[in-house]
């Protein structure tokens, strides 16, 4: 079965740094296109950056100049660079990835707590 498997969250003080990594297992990583999501409970689960297949990024107003979404194709993995975290960055993050070989299939991981609290 596809496995996306995100880790590197926790506990960060306000100003602080995270790096978040998902790895990806049984998918044709190479050509998937991947994105990190971000969800509060009660609210909508929200696009944080995507990353195509060829490396093109684009990320939401929110985190445009904080966040770095990068992916090695080697080790089957994206990373999402987090820099100057606030308060409003808290937020279960999800990994996404989405092949389109004869139809679309989405991946999802497990979900990772980011926190971000003096």
């Known amino acids: 079965q596809v496995q996306l498997v995100e880790s590197g969250g926790g506990l960060v003080q306000p100003g602080g740094s995270l790096r978040l990594s998902c790895a990806a297992s049984k998918i044709a990583f190479s050509i998937a296109d991947m994105a990190w999501y971000r969800q509060v409970p009660g609210k909508q689960r929200d696009m944080v950056a995507t990353i195509t297949s060829d490396g093109r990024t684009n990320y939401a107003d929110s985190v445009k100049g904080r966040f770095t979404i990068s992916r090695d194709n080697a080790k089957n993995t994206v990373a999402l660079q987090m820099y100057s975290l606030k308060p409003d960055d808290t937020a279960v993050y999800f990994c996404?990835?989405?092949?389109?070989?004869?139809?679309?299939?989405?991946?999802w991981g497990q979900g990772t707590q980011v926190t971000v609290s003096s």
């Open positions: 996404y990835g989405s092949t389109h070989i004869r139809i679309q299939r989405d991946y």
